[in-house]
């Protein structure tokens, strides 16, 4: 209950929270308010945080940085996977989803979007994609990110002012490091559910109901965006079950 009060507070709308049927459900939220920058680190275990009412939380967004564990980020029409490591940033206004793969850990600075429309009119065209922080601009703001969460007390004390504008011209600086293309965009996204998707089926090959619909269901995703994995694969997804039911049937009449 004291999530959902600051997720609203802090978003300006209510989200459903459905944990991994797999693991004991766990999530720790903190946050540090430093006008006009709110710093928040939270971690827990696999769920799905589905918005289920508009936002009214006025212009600002969220600067994203996964820390610990996957995420995939429906924001700004866009579904990226967070790695370890990657960061997103995407407006609170805009809706958004968030599926935790696994048990995670994140920092998260939500600042006013005005900060950076004054100079990037055009950085929403960067919204909710991945960003590696192997290195460059991004990897300076990560580092950053992470000597703020370390250190969070610091927002509360004098010249935390003066941290707040730093930290946004940081979040500037990455944005002008990304400009002229869509560099540091994680390609991982289609080859992480390929796998998901194949090694659920694979698990689920004895059951007569498996199909594009079932396995859609059970790792989370569209029918229509499973399909769309298997596009550039040699086979479509229910011919390529198919022949690993034939070999599967094959290698035990042999065995």
Known sequence: EWWHERATELFGAQYRIEPDRQAPFNMELSLE???PLVLFKGQGSAHRAER???SDGGAKVVVHLQVEGHCTVRAEGRESLLRPGDMTLHRV????DLHFHDAYRQICAVLPESSLESEFRD?????????????G?????????RSLASHSEVLVQPGATELTAFTIGMVRAMLQSLKGGEAGMSLGLRAYHLGR?????LAHLHLPSLDVDYIASGVGL????VHRLFEDEPQPLMRWIMKERL???YAQLKG
């Open 222 to 225: 569209s029918p229509r965006y």
């Open 247 to 249: 070999e599967r049937a």
């Open 93 to 96: 206004s805009k809706s958004n």
């Open 33 to 35: 308010y430093a006008e």
């Open 137 to 145: 601009a991004a990897a300076v703001l990560a580092d950053h990110l």
């Open 197 to 201: 998707v194949k090694r659920f089926a």
């Open 123 to 135: 950085w929403s065209r960067h919204a909710g994609m991945a960003i590696s922080t192997d290195s």
């Open 52 to 54: 289920r009412s508009d």
